[in-house]
């Protein structure tokens, strides 16, 4: 199995990036090196821009760091897919995970190559065929006509409430991304003894992705990990954690009717609005334990 990016090192080529103000961004030709800065441009995970700051009374004019987005489009055995608006890193992790929580593979083995072309952005990924290959498309329109809905299996699984505020505070400030720009949702992944990954992008069900898709391309079994949320859950990500196997599923935000009824029916553990030492239990309480 192959795993390649095209630009060599993605964090290392970000951050030789030029950091260009909005004049750049304007000017519709280019010289050869004005282009080049474009594209390096394009690769980063955040810019700065001039704004106006008001404050009570006071205003001025400063530099303020704003979230990148990145369009990737996804060509699956050689045709078009969808495409992601992303974050410009973990983009394998990202196509990975997306596969596997959107029911196209089943596991890592089922991955034949997976290629990211930065200067066309493009990710060009290659898997096993499969009967569910050929309704991948509708799969992208409609998760509840297509999904195929199934139990999480008893398990073991429990955390302590004292875990999960601890994990949850770990998830939300260790990101420097989210810290210089406030733009960006982070979902950690969690085995009851250490935190595995923590993965961030603008879009909530992207970073849910990247971290399912970096346990996936590293053979790490999910059937028995927690999975920790910034952003609200929705019933796509239910169904991504039920796709991927997860029985306990956190968010710091609330989760909608549907997600909870999903939850329940798949026995999954939803608990939400965790913030301080506080939370709401939605479902399967019995897999948190009180100290």
Do not use: W
């Not at 996804?74 to 973990?90: H, K, Q, R």
């Not at 073991?156 to 733009?183: A, P």
């Not at 079994?221 to 239910?238: A, H, Q, W, Y």
């Amino acid at each position: 199995m192959k795993y390649k990016i095209c630009v060599t090192n993605n964090i290392e080529f970000i951050e030789k990036g030029i950091v260009m103000e909005n004049k750049y961004a304007k000017e519709a030709q280019q010289e050869s090196t004005e282009k080049e800065r474009l594209v390096n441009y394009e690769y980063k995970t955040n810019f700065k821009f001039e704004v106006v700051k008001v404050d009570k009374k006071e205003h001025s004019n400063e530099l303020e760091t704003i979230i990148g987005e990145f369009p990737l489009a996804l060509v699956l055995n050689g045709e078009y897919s969808n495409t992601f608006l992303c974050t410009p890193e973990n983009l394998e992790q990202l196509v990975a995970g997306f596969l596997m929580t959107k029911g196209v593979i089943k596991s890592k083995d089922n991955i034949k190559s997976i290629e990211v072309d930065f200067d066309n952005r493009v990710a060009h990924a290659t898997i096993e065929k499969n009967e569910d290959l050929d309704k991948g498309k509708r799969f992208y329109l409609n998760d509840l006509d297509y999904v195929d809905l199934k139990h999480i299996e008893k398990t073991e699984t429990t955390i302590k409430v004292s875990d999960i505020y601890e994990v949850m505070k770990e998830n939300l400030t260790s990101s420097e991304l989210f810290k210089n720009t406030g733009g960006v949702h982070s979902v950690a992944i969690y085995d009851n003894e250490k935190l595995i990954t923590i993965r961030e992008d603008v879009a909530r069900h992207n970073a849910m992705d990247k971290s399912i898709g970096y346990c996936l391309l590293n053979n790490i079994d999910l059937k028995d990990k927690i999975i920790f949320v910034s952003g609200r859950i929705s019933c796509e990500m239910i169904l991504k954690a039920a796709k991927a196997g997860i029985p306990i599923v956190i968010s710091k935000s609330a989760p909608t009717n549907l997600s909870r009824e999903i939850a329940q029916k798949l026995n999954i553990t939803l608990a939400g609005f965790v913030r301080g030492e506080r939370m709401n239990i939605y479902t399967e309480p019995q897999r948190i334990i009180f100290e």
